[in-house]
């Protein structure tokens, strides 16, 4: 199931990759190769930071196969959608909570500590939409008004709480993933933010 879920939220975060090239005039070889990056940069660099080699996408090509061929898909559907942006968003939630929690189940099946977990988690879970931001030009989610982490580590927190009082407990990564997914869409859909007392000024 992690596996099915590791390669689907790597999908939906190519597919975001590919929305934010709108208005950029891109070819499609480049928007192939953005939305390739979005999907495979987080887990990428948690494997470096983790030490595990090879790279996910290396020891296993399908994931590479995946992210381009969802890319090259999502290159001639997305451009003929409405309202690019809003889907965006949604779309990141669901790949943020995807990617968070399959990759603190990977960092806790390594023999990793459940604060690395959460680390771990966090990083490939918003990784690869800061990669995506930052080659589109476009404003960082990360530093957008909504909540952006904090559901994520909400969603990771109650999932390493679970892997250590419940460990036999089946439904942790999917109940994990739809309180992250949630939470988010929540921040997104009724502009949750901090107060201003505890936002840099």
């Known amino acids: 199931m992690l596996y099915l879920l590791g390669m689907f939220g790597m999908s939906i975060f190519a597919i975001t990759g590919v929305i934010a090239t709108r208005h950029k005039n891109l070819d499609i070889f480049s928007v192939i190769f ?20 090879p790279v996910y996408w290396v020891a296993d090509l399908w994931f590479l196969w995946v992210a381009g061929f969802t890319s090259l898909v999502a290159f001639f559907i997305v451009r003929t959608l409405s309202n690019r942006y809003q889907l965006l968003l949604y779309m990141d939630a669901l790949g943020v909570a995807l990617f968070a929690i399959t990759a603190a ?7 990793f500590t459940a604060s690395i977990a959460v680390v771990m988690g966090l990083i490939t879970a918003i990784f690869g939409g800061i990669l995506r931001d930052l080659l589109t030009g476009s404003p960082s989610l990360l530093l957008s ?4 982490a904090t559901p994520v580590l ?14 036999g407990f089946a439904w942790a990564v999917p109940v994990c993933i739809t309180i992250t997914f949630i939470f988010r869409v929540a921040a997104i859909y009724y502009k949750l933010h901090y107060p201003k007392w505890l936002c840099a000024q």
């Open 34 to 53: 953005l939305g390739s990056v979005t999907a495979l940069g987080g887990g990428t660099i948690r494997d470096v930071i983790l030490g595990s080699y």
């Open 105 to 111: 189940e990977k960092t806790l099946s390594l023999g």
């Open 145 to 148: 008004k909504e909540m952006y």
């Open 154 to 167: 909400i969603g990771l927190s109650i999932f390493v709480s679970l892997d250590k009082w419940l460990p």
